[in-house]
């Protein structure tokens, strides 16, 4: 007689697979802010009668060049922002605006991801911002403009990004939002960081009624988005915490080696991230120079643009140590 097979416990396939956990982060973004005439693009016919070009309407605007992560511990339901809200007191973080500033560069916003989940606030309200984030967004802003001054600080600009999508929304907080932030009457009390209503500390007039509660949605202005490139993106080859790894090292070395005195290396050294690691093992003035350096060349000034021999020797020191 054939023998009975023996029962076997194992894990079924068809068990439904976990879906992967997003760790949430934010960002603080480095760039440039104008103006641009609205419709530029548009076709006008121009007479003695037309309005000059200098007195057509303009629209604001902000290019961001470079994105740069803080040191920071990511969690499952929300970004960790504690490193940004202490803005140039925080070493890195002053580090990092030092670098931007090398390159004509400013703060002009941060971006922070996040993930809709069933029951929650953006679930209910279908919004990318809650409390929370509307506080920590009024913070950045209020520091910002205590930094670069109040006009060009009102600039800054706040990204909600969708962890699971990728889809990204960009607001900015209204003015009315930032003074009740800058006096404290806008309260983020820690069980109320994820709700959808903001706590006041005194009566505020909404609608005509007086009440102790802000809606968020009320603190937004939408701010329109464009794609675009920037002059130093980073290309994720630099670790969370600043340092340059192993292999990147060996590429940049190989890089000098191969074309580092005619300027080809030079496009290498265009990322906002690999030049705040080799901040950390540069001195100020070597760093000053290289920074020119990329200045130029990434504006298009490549023809006689050229590392010192002293320039290449320090890379080459610091890279190969």
Same mark, same amino acid.
């Given at each position: ?239 969370? =915490? @600043? !340092?340059?790894? *192993? +292999?990147?090292?060996?590429?940049? #070395?190989? $890089?000098?080696?191969? &074309? ?42 490549? =023809? @006689? !643009?050229?590392? *010192? +021999?002293?320039?290449?020797?320090? #890379?080459? $020191?610091?890279?190969? &140590?």
């Amino acid at each position: 007689t054939p023998k009975k097979k023996k029962k076997t416990k194992n894990k079924q396939l068809n068990d439904e697979k976990e879906e992967p956990q997003i760790q949430h982060r934010c960002a603080l973004l480095f760039g440039t802010t104008g103006k641009e005439r609205v419709d530029k693009q548009a076709p006008r016919a121009r007479t003695s009668l037309s309005t000059p070009l200098a007195d057509q309407k303009m629209c604001e605007i902000v290019k961001v060049q470079a994105v740069w992560e803080p040191p920071q511990e990511p969690t499952m339901d929300g970004c960790d922002a504690s490193k940004l809200l202490q803005f140039a007191e925080c070493p890195e973080v002053k580090r990092a605006i030092d670098i931007a500033k090398k390159l004509n560069l400013k703060p002009v916003g941060w971006i922070y991801s996040y993930e809709s989940k069933k029951g929650d606030a953006r679930e209910d309200a279908q919004v990318p911002v809650i409390a929370g984030d509307v506080i920590t967004a009024g913070k950045l802003q209020t520091r910002t403009m205590q930094h670069l001054g109040r006009e060009e600080g009102g600039r800054f600009v706040t990204l909600a990004l969708d962890g699971p999508t990728g889809a990204t929304e960009a607001f900015q907080i209204s003015d009315q939002a930032i003074q009740m932030v800058a006096e404290g009457v806008l309260a983020e009390p820690a069980e109320q960081g994820t709700a959808r209503n903001i706590r006041t500390s005194d009566s505020v007039m909404v609608d005509g009624k007086e009440t102790k509660e802000v809606d968020c949605v009320l603190c937004l202005v939408n701010t329109a988005m464009l794609s675009h490139s920037g002059s130093f993106f980073g290309s994720g080859v630099v670790k969370s =915490k @600043g !340092t340059i790894s *192993s +292999k990147v090292k060996r590429q940049l #070395l190989s $890089s000098l080696s191969d &074309g580092g005195a005619k300027g080809e290396a030079l496009g290498r050294f265009c990322d906002f991230n690999l030049l705040y690691g080799l901040s950390n093992i540069m001195n100020s003035d070597d760093m000053d120079e290289l920074c020119k350096l990329v200045l130029k060349w990434s504006r298009g000034q490549r =023809k @006689g !643009t050229e590392m *010192s +021999k002293h320039m290449q020797l320090v #890379l080459e $020191s610091v890279l190969g &140590g």
